[in-house]
């Protein structure tokens, strides 16, 4: 949640490589999401991450993660992979879920939030299977058909290369195994639609501002992140485009999450 506030805040430089985009003065502006811009917003926020993670959402990012694990769950001794792990909270909540039995790999390039991650793991002995990994999402260093579950949360729509990471993701997935992505979506229902403008356009942007330590700017460009990102059906099809099947999408909270689960052809 709290890198909706940076990662769509201008380039410091002005122009930037990307893919999402907005007329912004009438120029197209691309938002930088170049690996180091990304390793380097996150490298800021890693310490609050999580406490502005709670508290932005309002403790309802846990219930996504705690869905994701029950409708995406482990079976067998296979590893689980989590990429964009950040801090690991989906990481562990898989490790939970698994009774700490089964290796859950938890990867990320930003290594101020894998340190954030590791720490946790410390705090209790049945996180001795999670294992933190600096890797970059879009080129990772595990060999094809490894594992059982590969799952992302809110990290996709921070990957430059969307479809690369999805293709990643399939590829180190095992025949019949599963590929759960959480990320932000837009809600549907009109009444709601239009709390959750209010919130995210003016509310959010301010408590992140007030809160968080950091020097990039938050800015009014934060609905817009989101609400060019794919999301249902369509980001069902990118999963479909790159070496998945049998693709399904849930809509959590009134739509501001969505939990998408595609299968790798066994
Ligand atoms: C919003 S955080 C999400 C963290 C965590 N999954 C969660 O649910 O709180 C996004 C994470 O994606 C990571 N990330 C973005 N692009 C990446 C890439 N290409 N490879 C690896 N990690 C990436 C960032 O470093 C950051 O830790």
Redesign the pocket.
């Known amino acids: ?3 909706l506030l940076y990662s769509i805040s201008p380039p410091a430089g002005g122009l930037a490589v990307g893919r999402s985009s907005k007329d912004f003065f009438n120029f197209m502006v691309k938002v930088d999401k170049s ?1 180091q811009r ?2 380097r917003m ?1 490298g800021q926020i890693a310490s609050n ?1 999580d406490r502005m ?1 709670h508290l932005l959402s309002m403790n309802v ?1 846990r219930y996504w ?1 705690w869905r994701t694990v029950r409708k995406v769950s482990p079976s067998g001794d296979a590893p689980i992979l ?6 690991g ?2 990481a562990f909540a898989y490790c939970r879920k698994a009774g700490g039995r089964v290796p859950v790999f938890s ?4 290594r101020e ?1 894998l340190q954030i991650g590791e720490k946790k793991k410390r705090r209790k002995s049945i996180y001795q299977n999670v294992r933190f990994i600096e ?4 080129q990772l260093p595990f060999d094809d058909d490894t594992f059982q579950i590969v799952s ?4 996709l729509r ?3 290369d969307t479809d690369r ?1 999805l293709r990643e993701m399939a590829r180190v997935c095992q025949p019949g195994g599963k590929v759960a992505v ?1 990320e932000f979506s837009k809600p549907g229902w009109q009444p709601f639609k239009a709390f959750y403008d209010f919130y995210m356009n003016r509310i959010l942007p301010k408590i992140g501002q007030f809160f968080a330590k950091n020097e990039e700017e938050a800015y009014s460009y934060l609905p817009e992140s989101v609400s060019e990102f794919p999301d249902g059906q369509r980001l069902v099809d990118r999963m479909h485009g790159n070496g998945l099947i049998n693709g399904r999408y849930y809509p959590l909270t009134g739509g501001i999450a969505t939990l998408y689960v595609a299968e790798k052809p066994a």
């Open positions: 949640m709290l890198e690996n990304v390793q996150f991450y993670n990012d993660r989590d990429i964009c792990t950040g801090t909270d989906l990867a990320d390039f930003t939030m890797a970059d999402a879009q992302v949360s809110f990290g921070n990957i430059s990471g959480l």
